[in-house]
């Protein structure tokens, strides 16, 4: 199973179209994965057409977007269970924010946004992964997504382009 993993997209503020090395992306995924931070519900709308959209609201996003998504979803893909949140608020780090927010949940991978930043990492008994942005790279070399691929265990990695 491919699972393509994006946040952040801030769209149509920080880029009018998703760019066409993801939208090629999407064209083979399975599933997709929005860690919120959409900002509309037209780049919801979009993913769609691809694959099941499977997405959280983060902290600007609209209040079209906050009826039709949580802030915080679990889901099974393949014997996996997966987190996602944003992992925005006060206090702690955006990372902890994230793992915290799954507390007791038992989950294999914690899939957040909000801080921009490509992170790849295990935690305590579960993959830690954000995707970055492929619209707003902030302080970052360079634009960046994710791909989960399950079989039998989850490898996770990121695609990074100019």
């Known amino acids: 199973m491919k699972v393509v993993v994006i946040s952040d997209t801030h769209m149509p503020k920080k880029g009018k179209d998703l760019p066409v090395k993801l939208l090629n992306e999407l064209q083979t995924c399975d599933c997709i994965v929005h860690a919120g931070d959409w900002q509309t519900l037209e780049v919801y709308h979009e993913l769609k057409q691809y694959a099941e959209v499977i997405g959280v609201t983060g902290n600007v996003d609209s209040p079209e977007l906050k009826s039709v998504l949580k802030s915080k979803e679990i ?7 997966i987190g ?19 507390t007791g949940e038992n989950v294999d991978c914690i899939i957040f946004g909000h801080s921009h930043i490509p992170v790849n ?3 305590e008994g579960f993959l830690l992964f954000n995707p970055g942005s492929p619209t707003d790279k902030r302080r970052q070399k360079e634009y960046s997504y994710g791909i989960l691929t399950i079989g039998e265990n989850i490898a996770a990695e990121h695609v990074f382009f100019a």
Request: hydrophobic share 40%; no cysteine; net charge positive.
């Open 121 to 123: 990492k295990a935690g």
């Open 75 to 81: 889901f099974m893909a393949g014997s996996f269970k």
């Open 84 to 102: 996602v949140v944003h992992g925005h608020g006060s206090g702690k780090t955006t990372e902890k924010r994230a793992v915290d927010a799954f």
